[in-house]
């Protein structure tokens, strides 16, 4: 039920395999503020651009991103897309949820 905000997040879950929770939490930042700073559609489309260039310009694999973007925006290890729920929630409450989650795991 990934519809639901969560209070709470367990720190274990947001890193994907193998990657440190400070890491993850670094790159779950990275991507708070790249959507914060971005003007242009709120779309699968755009947002992969987006979210691609940064997994380009920090030379990481697509998991390393977007697995813990995922897990904060639904609190769950499984869920749709990262891609997916941006678009669906939208850009404030995908940047709320964020926020909630890294103000949860510091």
């Known amino acids: 039920v990934f519809y639901?905000?969560?209070s709470q997040y367990e720190a274990s879950l947001l890193p994907a395999k193998g990657q440190e929770l400070s890491t993850a939490k670094a790159?779950?930042?990275e991507v708070h503020d790249a959507l914060s700073n971005y003007s242009g559609e709120w779309t699968y489309?755009?947002?992969k651009v987006l979210l691609d260039g940064l997994i380009e310009k920090k030379q990481i694999k697509v998991?390393?991103?977007y697995l813990p973007v995922r897990y904060a925006l639904t609190g769950l290890p499984t869920s749709?897309?990262?891609l997916e729920c941006l678009e669906i929630?939208?850009?404030d409450?995908?940047?709320a949820r964020i926020?909630?989650?890294l103000s949860s795991l510091s």
């Open 45 to 47: 489309d755009s947002l």
């Open 63 to 65: 998991g390393q991103l």
């Open 4 to 6: 639901i905000r969560l």
């Open 80 to 82: 749709p897309g990262t």
């Open 99 to 101: 926020e909630n989650c």
């Open 27 to 29: 790159i779950v930042k």
């Open 89 to 91: 929630l939208g850009r």
């Open 93 to 95: 409450e995908s940047l």
